[in-house]
């Protein structure tokens, strides 16, 4: 799916489709971090499935920058254990979790609108 956010100075999610992320026009075929932060490229998160989720895929966030996080699951919704969340909570940094299509129309809203958001986009093959 092709999509069209607004302007935005911040890293944008062009299209994505099974397997695959564009961002800024560069195409990518495995799990990527995207940030709208200043100075931010899009960068491999080292999680090629959901069932190799672990809580420090998660801790670093605290030190992001991030007041919100959007967790893309896959092709379908699965949450993370809630423990491996705790330093994002306690840090009051938000997490949303949905599948990897609608976190990558969600990134692109809440980047546009100049929110400090971190996704994190879980391509599964």
């Known amino acids: 799916m092709k999509l069209q956010p607004d302007k935005s100075n911040s890293l944008t999610i062009n299209a994505y489709g099974p397997g695959w992320l564009e961002v800024?026009?560069?195409?990518?075929?495995?799990?990527?971090?995207?940030?709208s932060l200043p100075g931010a490229s899009p960068e491999a998160w080292p999680v090629a499935r959901f069932e190799d989720l672990k809580a420090q895929n998660f801790e670093w966030l605290t030190q992001s920058g991030a007041e919100l996080v959007i967790f893309?699951?896959?092709?379908?919704?699965?949450?993370?254990?809630?423990?491996?969340?705790?330093?994002?909570?306690?840090?009051?940094?938000?997490?949303?979790?949905?599948?990897?299509?609608?976190?990558?129309?969600t990134y692109?809203?809440?980047?546009?609108?100049g929110r400090k958001v971190v996704a994190l986009l879980l391509l599964e093959r």
């Open 24 to 35: 800024n026009s560069q195409k990518f075929t495995h799990s990527l971090q995207v940030s």
């Open 72 to 105: 893309g699951s896959g092709h379908r919704l699965r949450f993370p254990q809630p423990a491996w969340l705790a330093s994002l909570m306690k840090q009051g940094i938000g997490l949303e979790t949905m599948d990897t299509a609608a976190a990558c129309r």
């Open 108 to 113: 692109n809203i809440l980047a546009s609108e």
